[in-house]
């Protein structure tokens, strides 16, 4: 069993964010309890593709936070992102697109990420 498969969260009443209920660890990065999360941010025309949720969840859960308080560079938190994806054993494929798809697409929510937190519950 992966160490992964007892993540708990709570939806927020957006429908589009949930909370963590209980804080994890991956990569040597720990994910406090409270941290918000909108899971991988994949357009909703490729969900059926790629869903928001995957075996690559909790990496994604940690590229919000990197993301979000920023302790690494982008390009840092960019790669801690694959490294995760890898120990949580993402197929490489879908890891190499979804890696690529954030260094392409990731610096605009890299500009945003010291947003209010009551963004997250509108």
């Not at 709570?10 to 040597?28: D, E, I, R, V, Y």
């Not at 909703?44 to 940690?62: D, Q």
């Not at 694959?82 to 798809?101: K, Q, R, Y």
Request: some cysteine; charged content about 20%; aromatic content about 14%.
């Amino acid at each position: 069993m992966s160490p992964f498969d007892r993540l708990l969260l709570k939806p927020l009443p957006n429908g589009k964010h949930w909370n963590l209920a209980q804080s994890f660890t991956l990569c040597g990065w720990t994910v406090p309890q409270g941290f918000i999360t909108d899971f991988a941010s994949i357009p909703r025309p490729l969900w059926w593709l790629l869903p928001r949720w995957g075996k690559y969840g909790p990496a994604a859960i940690l590229h919000d936070y990197l993301y979000r308080t920023a302790p690494v560079s982008r390009f840092d938190a960019d790669n801690l992102f694959a490294d995760a994806m890898d120990a949580c054993e993402v197929n490489p494929i879908t890891s190499t697109v979804i890696f690529l798809s954030v260094r392409i697409f990731g610096s605009h929510a890299w500009s945003r990420r010291r947003l209010d937190e009551r963004n997250y519950n509108a």
